[in-house]
Structures are given as C-alpha cells and as structure tokens.
C-alpha cells in the first residue's frame, strides 16, 4: 500500500513537471511555435475551435505600467469602458512602465498598444537604438498631462539641495528613469539614482537611506493619496525653467490633489509631461490591424464613457484631437478622427463575424457631443 503511494506521489511530481513550461530563453521559436500549436490541437481535439477563435479573434493587449502608477489605471478603464464580450476584449498588461513600454511594443508578444510619455519616445529616437521607430511605432491620441512629483525628506527644500544625494528613481523602465536624467541634466544636478520601487524607497527616506523620490503620474495619485503624512516630508518644486521648454508644460500639485500631504490653499509648481496611447503601426490587413481598428472604433465612438464619474477625472482633459510633436498618428485613428470632425462617421462593427454594416447607433448624437466637446477645449485654451 505504501509503494503504490509513493508511486502515485512521484508519477503526481512527473506529470506537474511536463506541464511546466521550459524557460523561453532556453527555448528554441521552433519548440516555443510547437507548444502554442500543440495548445490548439488540444482545444481542437477537445471541440473548443470555436472557443479558442472567440477568445483571441477581438482581443488586445495594452502594456500599462507599475501597479501604483497611473498607466495602469487608464489600461485598466480603458477595458472597463470598451470591453463588449467576443466582440471586443481589451487586456490591460502590468509592466515596468512608460520607458519600457516602448521596448515592449516593439519586441514583446501580445502588446498591440502601450501608454508612454512623450520625451521617453524622444529620447529612443535621439539614442538610435531603434531603427526608424518613427515609422514603427505610431500614436493613436494624446491622453493625459502627467505631473513629475518630486517627494523629499525635511532638509531637502530645493531641487539644487538634491545635489550629490542619492535619489530614487523608481524601478527600471519607469517614467522618472527618462524624465529624471533629462530634468537633472539640464538643470545641472549631479544626483546618485537608485532604482527601486516608490513605496520601498520612501521607507529608506524615513531612515536617511534615500533623500527624495521621483514619481512621474497623473496627479492625484494613490502612492500619494494613500499616504499617511510623515513629519517634514514634503513635495519639492520644480519650477518651469526654459531648459525644459521643448519637452514638458507647466503645471502644479495642490491641496485639492493630496490633501494629507499640501496644506489648504498652498500649491506646488512642478513639470507636465504628455502622455500619450502608443501603437505599432501594424500592416494594414494582418491581423493585429484589424484588431486594432476594431479598438478604435470603440475608443472613438464610446469616448464619453471614460468621463464617467467612477473613472479617473485625468479623462476628462483629454483631447483626442491633439497632435503629439514628432509622432505621426496611426493611420486607422486619423480616419476615423477626419470622419468625426467631418460628419461622416465610419460605420461600426457589426455583431455578426467579420462582416461589417452602416449602423447609425446614435452616431449623430456622438458626433455632436464630439464636436462640442472639442469647441468648448478650443476655447479653454
């Protein structure tokens, strides 16, 4: 009885073993080609055809960022807004954040968009690290205007007093891992970056390990907003030099954005940077395309959805006719953004597969709303 107990308990550890997968950088594309294959044939087998090709035919996938970030928010209401069962899926993916997210667009499998800031773009562009990324990768709207949060310990009261401290930069791939050394640089502050996640980094700010850290998110954010204060601990501004002209906004954090943290009618002056809804600019026709110009029709037509009250009020400055400097717009998006401001709107998707039909679906009154919408922002400005 105890041999045949062992030897169901090792065949249990061998079966669990085979289901492992290998690690894919030992993994050769033919091996890795011959385990999805192997995946559909057993769904096929199994009679889920119609399963597999309903669950990937509308589905794609968004690289949004670090769990305290902003990005992954937007990704994530971005599902929550367009997400319409087999007809359309949206998979908001963690990831390591706005300068990563570029790498994971050109490179990672499963990325069809990516939310990124602008200057991050800028500088794979300048570096040349990437061939022709203006041609690989495209935008598809402006989004939000991110603020660069600078958070100190009590001794630090100007950027300058952060020369030759150790600051952390959050983890690699991050936003302030571009935004920081452009900033820094050009102000002439020689700080000691260390890369770690905000949340532990303020941790070693409470024991002097670290003097302040850099948080580049659309304000109020709930690294912040979750914070309870800590004596002396406090924004530091950064003021809107000239140096940084080309690249970011003025812009400033206020009471009303963290109440816990800025007393009552103080504000601090800081830094804006775009962010902005990357895509690859997939061959027209292929797959991935069509993907992507279901996405969005959604994210065009159902726009008013995502400044709802239960979502984050950075929405509701977005103007998806901006123009993003330097980029060019995804040739699916600029169609659909000329249709809209001239009134013949593309028809939407129908229910039925692949086929496609005029559907009116209160396309006049979204169009109207767009186009009001987009006069009362002119008008702002």
Do not use: C
């Amino acid at each position: 009885m105890l041999m045949r107990l062992w030897l169901l308990s090792v065949f249990s550890v061998v079966l669990v073993a085979l289901a492992l997968p290998v690690p894919t950088k030992s993994q050769s594309p033919e091996i890795q080609l011959a385990q999805r294959a192997s995946r559909h044939a057993t769904a096929a087998s199994s009679g889920e055809v119609g399963k597999v090709a309903s669950v990937n035919d509308w589905t794609v996938g968004i690289a949004g960022g670090l769990l305290e970030g902003t990005f992954i928010r937007f990704a994530a209401e971005l599902a929550k807004a367009l997400d319409d069962g087999d007809n359309l899926r949206v998979l908001p993916i963690v990831s390591y954040g706005a300068a990563e997210n570029v790498s994971d667009l050109l490179y990672l499998r499963g990325v069809d968009m990516a939310i990124t800031y602008s200057d991050d773009f800028d500088q794979y562009k300048k570096s040349g690290s990437v061939k022709n990324i203006e041609q690989r990768v495209n935008y598809i709207s402006q989004l939000y205007i991110g603020e660069f949060h600078v958070f100190a310990r009590p001794e630090i009261k100007t950027l300058a007093d952060l020369d030759g401290k150790k600051v952390g930069f959050n983890t690699k791939g991050a936003g302030p891992t571009i935004t920081g050394p452009i900033v820094f640089e050009r102000l002439g502050i020689h700080v000691e970056p260390v890369f770690i996640n905000n949340a532990v980094a303020i941790e070693k700010m409470k024991t002097g390990e670290i003097a302040a850290i850099l948080h580049t998110v659309g304000k109020p954010n709930d690294l912040f907003t979750k914070l309870q204060p800590i004596p002396g601990f406090h924004f530091v501004p950064v003021e809107y030099d000239k140096k940084l002209f080309d690249y970011y906004l003025p812009s400033t954090l206020s009471h009303d954005d963290y109440p816990n943290l800025i007393p009552e009618g103080e504000s601090i002056e800081t830094i804006g940077i775009p962010a902005v809804l990357a895509v690859f600019n997939w061959q027209k026709g292929s797959d991935r395309y069509r993907r992507v110009e279901r996405f969005i029709d959604y994210y065009f037509d159902h726009y008013d959805r995502l400044k709802q009250p239960s979502f984050h009020p950075k929405w509701k400055d977005v103007n998806l006719a901006a123009t993003v400097p330097g980029w060019t717009r995804y040739s699916v998006a600029e169609q659909k953004l000329r249709g809209m401001v001239s009134g013949s709107l593309s028809p939407r998707y129908s229910d039925d597969g692949d086929t496609r039909r005029p559907s009116n679906g209160g396309s006049e009154d979204r169009l109207q709303k767009f186009l009001n919408w987009k006069r009362e922002h002119v008008q702002q400005q």
